[in-house]
């Protein structure tokens, strides 16, 4: 990378030589800036099947890594408008353990290729992407929040309609690909089975402002109340149940769910807390 910089100022002006020095100084003071100045605004979480957690800073703006106890700037965005990720909303991991981040600056979802590059994948057709789920066959789903619809991605294709859901927020996908859906709308937990049917999980709005939600191995949803500043749990057949409140909860809204615990993106905590079976609630790094 080095080497290809140096080459082109090479072959540029003395002008070109300051604009491409002043270029790379922006960088690195962002850089710098952003490792300085740590973790702003998280809005959502992901966790990829070998235990390495994302997370969307939306102020950042960008997304940071989390592996082996060390956190990394995995991307870092430009905070001007129509850039890609400028305003990062949502994040996921597909069956291949690629990052998936929806961004409602520039109206696109994005997958990280292997040199960590985002490449769109909705032709700039996703309003406001509030939640990303990933089917077994790698179906991308998308919940938009703008024109409050449910959106089927296939890469090189506009988004396919699938669902019209009432301010549809975080979703989760079941082993029977069934789509859970927040809804901020007359009843806050939907569900889409596979031929098209939309089911309501939890009737009318027991949730004071539902965020995330996302599934244990039996079934059980847990769902994000960011006013609330608590979890909720939903079994099977059941009415949900206010899980966990904690005084380290400020405004809970991503969710994941890896091996047995609960992953919450805190935005006004600044924080990222697991939470294990019990309902013990660990924050994953030290406080900034």
């Known amino acids: 990378m080095a080497l290809a910089i140096l080459k082109f100022v090479r072959s540029t002006t003395l002008a070109g030589h300051a604009l491409v020095l002043a270029t790379l100084l922006v960088v690195q003071l962002d850089l710098a800036a952003a490792q300085t100045n740590g973790v702003q605004y998280p809005i959502d979480v992901a966790v990829a099947p070998d235990g390495t957690v994302y997370v969307a800073d939306l102020n950042l703006p960008g997304i940071w890594r989390f592996q082996n106890g060390k956190r990394q700037l995995y991307f870092q965005g430009q905070k001007k408008f129509r850039t890609p990720l400028n305003r990062v909303r949502c994040l996921a991991v597909d069956g291949q353990g690629r990052l998936l981040a929806g961004d409602s600056s520039t109206w696109e979802v994005y997958r990280f290729d292997a040199n960590g590059r985002p490449q769109p994948l909705a032709n700039g057709k996703i309003g406001k992407p509030m939640g990303i789920a990933v089917g077994k066959d790698g179906s991308i789903y998308v919940s938009d929040l703008e024109v409050h619809r449910i959106w089927k991605l296939a890469q090189g294709k506009d988004p396919e309609e699938i669902a019209t859901v009432a301010a549809p927020m975080g979703m989760a996908i079941d082993g029977q690909q069934r789509l859970w859906?927040?809804?901020r709308g007359k009843h806050q937990l939907r569900r889409l089975t596979p031929d098209g049917k939309l089911e309501i999980v939890v009737r009318g709005q027991p949730f004071q402002f539902p965020h995330d939600v996302c599934l244990t191995e039996d079934g059980t949803a847990i769902v994000s109340?960011?006013?609330?500043?608590?979890?909720?749990?939903?079994?099977?057949g059941e009415k949900p149940q206010q899980w966990v409140r904690s005084p380290s909860f400020d405004n809970p809204v991503g969710l994941a769910y890896h091996n047995g615990k609960v992953y919450v993106?805190?935005?006004?905590?600044?924080?990222?807390?697991?939470?294990?079976?019990?309902?013990?609630?660990?924050?994953?790094?030290?406080g900034e």
């Open 225 to 236: 109340d960011g006013y609330g500043k608590c979890l909720w749990k939903v079994a099977p």
């Open 265 to 286: 993106a805190d935005s006004r905590a600044k924080m990222v807390f697991v939470v294990d079976a019990e309902g013990k609630v660990t924050p994953l790094w030290q």
């Open 181 to 183: 859906i927040v809804s």
